[in-house]
């Protein structure tokens, strides 16, 4: 295969990765049950609804992977340049303001508009939770870091990864040096930042996108071949589903309650990640491969919008479908799921 003909395999393959991905974060921002306490990322719940609680579970775990794999393939593309890196760097963090930080912007403040329509016409209404915001304490102040995210989640909370990818951006003529003069030492002190979930006092609010990131510059600049045979693949795909189930169940032997506990099994999800964001991008190589790859990828521009509009309509599209649940099985609790 010549050079463009690469490329543009890689490129359908992106496409087709964005939108497999987002779709598996909507999944994953699902959250719990209706009629469940227990949240999914504890693991199912051993007494009640098992099934269907050990499939929004294991969904959510296995795609845990998607932020990681996204962030190694923006860390990948933004260092794919031969010459004049600095004036490269400059201009592509420029374009990330467009790309990244106007929007972070725009469907935030649209979203703490939804939040005090809501407010105002149903003050007491559950559906103001997942907002996070204190309406008898706010000012003008909740209301920037509500946008922006400067110390807590954006109101529009999936945006944490827009956030955070847009300040690695930002960080990227530091990562350049690194990647320059230290990029194995820079490579295992940012994997020990990610494994301690170390945020940079508060810089990020995970370091999940700035270790992946990285990770993907490494590669780009190393010249690792971006590709992964089909039967790897599906060997790293069923450990990675073996060990996703198994952290599902983990509330069989763990408490989740427990910080030490909890603490142990975070670390586990954690490990588990990179091997993930191979086996799915193994994935993606052979879906895109396929003709139902090539009609995904054509999809990839939609990727965005769908990643930023999700919430906070999911919410109001499970209150409304679960009014509409004859009964409280697990069949009809994972139709709810899948239908919202």
Not at 322 to 339: F, G, K, Q, S
Request: aromatic share 16%; proline share 6%.
């Amino acid at each position: 295969m010549n050079r463009s003909a690469e490329m543009a395999d890689l490129s359908g393959t992106i496409e087709v990765a964005r939108v497999v991905l987002v779709i598996g974060l909507v999944f994953l921002h699902y959250f719990a049950y209706p009629n469940s306490r227990v949240p999914p990322f504890e693991g199912f719940d051993p007494n009640h609804h098992q099934v269907a609680t050990f499939v929004n579970s294991f969904v959510l775990f296995f795609f845990f992977s998607a932020v990681p794999l996204l962030s190694t393939i923006s860390g990948w593309l933004f260092f794919g340049f031969s010459a004049r890196p600095w004036e490269a760097i400059r201009r592509r963090i420029g374009k990330r303001g467009w790309s990244l930080f106007v929007p972070l912007v725009i469907w935030n403040l649209g979203a703490l508009a939804i939040a005090f329509a809501l407010r105002a016409v149903a003050p007491t209404s559950s559906l103001l939770g997942p907002f996070g915001i204190d309406f008898a304490h706010f000012g003008l102040w909740d209301g920037v870091d509500a946008v922006l995210g400067l110390t807590r989640l954006p109101v529009a909370f999936q945006f944490w990864f827009v956030r955070d990818l847009f300040v690695t951006v930002l960080a990227s003529p530091l990562l350049w040096l690194m990647l320059r003069h230290a990029p194995l030492l820079a490579a295992a002190a940012l994997c020990v930042a990610w494994l301690a979930d170390f945020t940079f006092f508060g810089l990020f609010i995970r370091t999940d996108v700035l270790f992946f990131f990285y990770l993907g510059a490494l590669a780009r600049l190393r010249g690792v071949e971006p590709r992964v045979g089909w039967n790897t693949t599906k060997l790293l795909l069923l450990v990675y589903v073996v060990l996703m189930a198994l952290r599902a169940l983990a509330p069989l032997a763990f408490d989740p309650s427990q910080p030490d506990q909890r603490e142990m099994l975070d670390l586990f999800t954690r490990l588990a990640r990179p091997l993930g964001v191979v086996a799915c991008w193994g994935l993606c190589l052979r879906l895109a491969a396929t003709a139902w790859g090539e009609v995904i990828g054509r999809y990839g521009g939609f990727a965005f919008f769908l990643h930023a509009a999700h919430f906070p309509l999911i919410i109001f599209v499970k209150f409304v479908l679960w009014r509409l649940v004859p009964a409280e099985t697990d069949a009809w609790m994972i139709a709810h799921y899948a239908a919202s």
